[in-house]
């Protein structure tokens, strides 16, 4: 294990940006997919390609091909740019490379179909999971999909956290470097595993947040064990805090009430889902307006905001200077907040290390935490017939319908909170042949060769995957 002992820990700053992470896949412990995929020079597929800290940029490349035979590869419809794709486009999140293609939330209809795929056939239509599981790993034996062993060879993951996590569409190299679905087409690897078909007579719409944000929502509710007669408080009024109080209605919460800064999304819920009740802690003191609802505090507190959500002024410095990844501001203030006894779900994404955390509170107060991303197969059979039936209705976030040549300007809008954006939607259908203005600069081709030929990636794709197993 890479944490036997202190020397063999890194922090996620020691992971440079623009570093290829892939391990050799002959040093896993367990058979890994195929990530570098094979593309067809002859046909192009238009997608979003990171390019550096707020430069995403909409190019011509060459189109993804069946690469394994369990490969599917998908003509893409809708997708969506998510909270954590802010990650990459702010510049927080190591291993990117310049020419990544990003997004992990993405529906379609299947274009070619692998020899060894039978679940589906060319011409369904299908939901891609943003998480991508082999199904036959122990963790994935635990429906644990997000926790799979086997679709992700970073090495620097192992090193960051004694263990790898599953693979991710288009967020990285530390998560497997696979290319995104923000794409007019994309491979979808181990696809009997990994995609959700979609019945008929439901809208692109309706069905999309099953990539990922909705069962997100249901896994936060999940983790925090929410039952009828709760009350819950959620930190982060964006798409996913939003299907997280979707979900903890249907689950029969007694209360639901929404904290975030920014009052244009409170009001958005507000007006959405009536029974939510909102708190601005731009200018309320949360833990005093929580107790005023709840005398012992919320039986539930869910973080929904993240990293991202640095306020207090000593975190930013501490942030600024690398002496902490990630701030705990928010997570003390749900530690505070939560009645004794009391449950947190953690689904907000956070990297490495924080100071101040209230480790003490925590303890004292007999709390639970638990956290994690996403076991996204595990919920559709639990979430598509809620959809189906009108029980949950995931449209009201859409804001924004944009073409896919459109997704800087989606990215921008979406970050800087403007023009009342909540969750932006991409369709490559609506501007064929549209891409942005520039290709890559000298700078990047420089970096990301020297990236290359210093951590031996184009050793790692000469060898291929490793001989054995039933996912290569
Ligand atoms: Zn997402
Ligand atoms: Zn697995």
């Known amino acids: 294990m890479a944490t036997s002992g ?13 570093y290829t992470v892939l391990k050799d896949p002959e040093q896993l412990h367990t058979p890994t997919v195929k990530v570098i995929a094979e593309e067809d020079e002859s046909r192009t597929s238009r997608a979003v390609e990171f390019h550096g800290k707020k430069d995403m940029k909409v190019v011509n490349r060459p189109r993804p091909v069946i690469t394994d035979p369990q490969d599917v590869v998908l003509k893409i419809t809708t997708t969506c740019i998510c909270g954590s794709d802010l990650h990459m486009y702010c510049g927080f999140m190591p291993g990117m490379k310049s020419g990544d293609v990003v997004g992990h939330e993405f529906m379609g209809i299947v274009e070619d179909v692998g020899p060894e795929v039978s679940n589906f056939k060319k011409g369904d239509r299908v939901v891609a999971s943003g998480l991508i599981a082999c199904f036959n790993c122990w963790a994935c034996k635990e429906k644990s999909y997000s926790l799979c062993e086997s679709t992700n060879p970073s090495k620097e993951m192992d090193k960051l956290y004694g263990d790898r996590t599953g693979g991710l569409y288009g967020y990285s190299h530390l998560t497997g470097g696979y290319q995104g679905g923000q ?13 959700l078909k979609v019945p008929e007579g439901l809208r692109d719409e309706q069905v999309i947040f099953l990539s990922d944000i909705l069962p997100t929502g249901w896994h936060a509710n999940e983790l925090a064990r929410v039952g009828e007669g709760d009350n819950v408080a959620i ?5 996913v805090g939003m299907m ?40 309320k003191n949360v833990y005093e307006e929580l107790r005023k609802l709840f005398p012992h505090g919320p039986d539930v507190a869910i973080e929904a905001a993240g990293l991202h959500y640095v ?31 009391g449950r947190i779900g953690v689904v907000g994404d956070y990297i490495g290390y924080s100071n101040h955390f209230n480790f003490g509170a925590f303890m004292e107060k007999g709390l639970t935490m638990a956290g994690g991303q996403v076991y996204i197969q595990k919920y559709w059979p639990i979430l598509l017939p ?9 449209t009201f976030v859409i804001t924004h319908t944009l073409p896919l040549g459109e997704a800087p300007k989606g990215y921008q809008i979406f970050d800087d909170k403007v023009d009342g954006c909540i969750k932006v939607i991409l369709k490559p259908e609506m501007d064929p042949g549209v891409v942005s203005p520039g290709g890559r600069s000298i700078k ?14 184009m050793g790692v794709i000469s060898k291929g995957p490793a001989p054995t197993g039933p996912t290569q």
């Open 444 to 457: 990047e081709v420089v970096r990301n060769t020297v990236s290359s030929v210093v951590t031996g990636a």
């Open 235 to 239: 930190w982060g009024a964006g798409p």
């Open 244 to 283: 997280a109080a979707t979900s903890a209605l249907v689950r029969g919460a007694n209360r639901v009430v929404m904290i975030d800064a920014i009052q244009y999304r409170l009001d958005f819920i507000k007006q959405k889902q009536p029974k939510v009740e909102t708190i601005n802690r731009k200018d």
């Open 311 to 341: 306020q207090n002024a000593l975190h930013k410095v501490e942030v600024t200077l690398g002496l902490e990844t990630d701030t705990s501001e928010i997570i003390n203030e749900l530690i505070y907040s939560v009645r004794k006894g």
């Open 183 to 195: 794409a007019e087409y994309a491979r979808v690897p181990l696809a009997d595993n990994n995609l």
């Open 386 to 394: 809620k959809i189906e039936s009108g029980e949950i209705d995931p």
């Open 6 to 18: 202190i020397t063999g820990v890194i922090e996620p700053k020691d992971v440079p940006l623009d």
